[in-house]
């Protein structure tokens, strides 16, 4: 009995000390690993942030990971059904991943065509593959890509989500349209950022008539419905313009409509933060005030900007995918999820082929996810909240 009393004192003992210890390491935490250490425990931001980074990873590596040029027609394979893959043939082997062979018909009555897989061809899926050349971000010639099969195109192909109404592989296009429809959320968001932060600072930190100008443009701006002035400056921009510039055109359109609320935010934190003893005694110091602002108030709410940063991006990613869905964004031959999302406003495809609209998935996807990592980074903005 002695014995077991003594176990307990030494195990109260020990956890003791690791609370103290636990507590001891919260006293000497930084900002930032206090803001860390709340993070982690949101466990759905941390899944988006991984779905995130996936995403990115693929927009980044698109050549790579596409099996196919997304121009590339398969004009036998026409809205065909996403390829089964199996690892199990018809007589009971396990193999590695393969796909059967697939064969056209037609339907006599409706001419709709058919596609049965046929089971005594096999084509074995090879990863790290050799097929179409292409230079990665525009510099190295390779022919490597993450998967593919060993026969040419015109013999068979592996669709993971089907094909289009003119054969073109659904997948190898929906990774290409990442790169544009995810990077104008980052290149657009910091663009409002920077406009937001001078303007909204400028406001909260001066006041007076350049505070009351500034604030009635943002009301300007923010009293005309959105949609309709985003049709009307994406419809302003000349059709016969490059894809490149109709890009960067777009992305600019959605940062001066979208800065208006990131200033009033940076205001607000101004208006409080400009009369702190901090700022004072950087003041006295004898600090310029360009100094003051960037070096002393925006840190002070860097971890808010992180937040609102992450909330902000899934609406340029909706509006550019609306945009280009209804034809005032981006148009073929460019490649983005609004782009692809076009083929839905065909009903013969939606019926006959209703993986034309995976590109909604991955937007709903991307915007939930940002959605989630935004949640969990406002929590971890202030960790000493409970």
């Given at each position: 009995?002695?014995?077991?009393?003594?176990?307990?004192?030494?195990?109260?003992?020990?956890?003791a000390?690791?609370?103290?210890?636990?507590e001891?390491k919260?006293?000497?935490a930084t900002?930032?690993?206090?803001?860390?250490?709340?993070?982690r425990?949101?466990?759905?931001?941390n899944?988006?942030?991984?779905v995130?980074?996936?995403f990115?990873?693929?927009?980044?590596f698109?050549e790579?990971?596409?099996?196919?040029?997304p121009?590339?027609f398969?004009?036998?394979?026409?809205?065909?059904?996403?390829?089964?893959?199996?690892?199990?043939?018809?007589?009971?082997?396990?193999?590695l991943?393969?796909?059967?062979?697939?064969?056209?018909?037609?339907?006599?009555?409706?001419?709709?065509?058919?596609?049965?897989?046929?089971?005594?061809i096999?084509?074995?899926?090879?990863?790290?593959?050799?097929?179409?050349?292409?230079?990665?971000?525009?510099?190295?010639?390779?022919e490597?890509?993450?998967?593919?099969?060993a026969?040419?195109?015109?013999?068979?192909?592996?669709?993971?989500?089907?094909?289009d109404?003119?054969?073109r592989?659904?997948?190898?296009?929906?990774v290409?349209g990442?790169?544009?429809?995810?990077?104008?959320?980052?290149?657009g968001?910091?663009?409002?950022?920077?406009?937001?932060?001078l303007?909204?600072?400028?406001?909260?930190?001066?006041?007076?008539?350049?505070?009351?100008?500034?604030?009635?443009?943002?009301?300007?701006i923010?009293?005309?419905?959105t949609?309709?002035?985003?049709?009307?400056?994406?419809?302003?921009?000349?059709?016969?313009w490059?894809?490149?510039?109709?890009?960067?055109?777009?992305?600019?359109?959605?940062?001066?409509?979208s800065?208006?609320?990131?200033?009033?935010?940076?205001?607000?934190?101004?208006?409080?933060l400009?009369?702190?003893?901090?700022v004072?005694?950087?003041?006295l110091?004898?600090?310029?005030?360009?100094?003051?602002?960037w070096?002393?108030?925006?840190?002070?709410?860097?971890?808010?900007?992180?937040?609102?940063?992450?909330?902000s991006?899934p609406?340029?990613?909706l509006?550019?995918?609306?945009?280009?869905?209804?034809?005032?964004?981006?148009?073929?031959p460019?490649?983005?999820?609004?782009?692809?999302?076009q083929?839905?406003?065909n009903?013969?495809?939606?019926?006959?082929?209703?993986?034309?609209?995976?590109?909604?998935?991955a937007?709903?996807?991307?915007?939930?996810?940002?959605?989630?990592?935004?949640d969990g980074?406002?929590?971890?903005?202030?960790?000493?909240?409970?």
């Amino acid at each position: 009995m002695a014995t077991d009393n003594s176990d307990l004192q030494v195990n109260g003992a020990l956890a003791a000390d690791e609370v103290a210890t636990s507590e001891e390491k919260v006293y000497v935490a930084t900002q930032w690993q206090l803001m860390w250490w709340k993070f982690r425990k949101h466990k759905m931001a941390n899944i988006a942030g991984v779905v995130l980074i996936l995403f990115y990873a693929v927009a980044l590596f698109a050549e790579f990971v596409a099996p196919y040029n997304p121009e590339q027609f398969f004009p036998q394979y026409k809205l065909s059904p996403p390829t089964s893959i199996h690892i199990r043939d018809t007589e009971g082997n396990w193999r590695l991943p393969f796909v059967y062979q697939t064969v056209r018909t037609r339907d006599p009555d409706t001419l709709r065509s058919i596609y049965t897989p046929d089971t005594s061809i096999i084509h074995p899926i090879e990863f790290f593959s050799r097929g179409g050349e292409y230079k990665l971000w525009g510099m190295f010639d390779t022919e490597m890509h993450l998967f593919g099969l060993a026969v040419p195109h015109s013999e068979m192909g592996v669709f993971l989500l089907g094909a289009d109404r003119m054969g073109r592989d659904l997948f190898s296009r929906l990774v290409y349209g990442a790169r544009i429809s995810l990077s104008i959320g980052l290149i657009g968001v910091f663009m409002s950022l920077t406009i937001g932060i001078l303007l909204g600072g400028i406001s909260g930190y001066y006041g007076g008539g350049v505070d009351n100008a500034i604030q009635r443009v943002i009301e300007f701006i923010r009293s005309i419905p959105t949609i309709p002035l985003w049709m009307a400056l994406s419809a302003a921009l000349p059709a016969d313009w490059p894809i490149l510039r109709v890009y960067f055109g777009i992305t600019v359109i959605l940062s001066l409509i979208s800065w208006t609320g990131m200033a009033r935010v940076i205001r607000g934190r101004f208006l409080a933060l400009r009369e702190e003893d901090f700022v004072m005694a950087a003041r006295l110091a004898g600090s310029s005030e360009f100094r003051v602002i960037w070096r002393h108030m925006v840190p002070s709410f860097l971890s808010h900007i992180i937040a609102s940063l992450t909330l902000s991006i899934p609406g340029m990613i909706l509006g550019e995918t609306g945009l280009s869905f209804i034809g005032l964004g981006l148009r073929a031959p460019a490649i983005s999820w609004g782009v692809l999302l076009q083929e839905s406003q065909n009903l013969r495809s939606v019926v006959l082929a209703p993986w034309v609209l995976l590109p909604g998935l991955a937007v709903v996807l991307s915007v939930l996810s940002f959605n989630f990592l935004g949640d969990g980074l406002r929590d971890a903005a202030d960790p000493y909240a409970r």
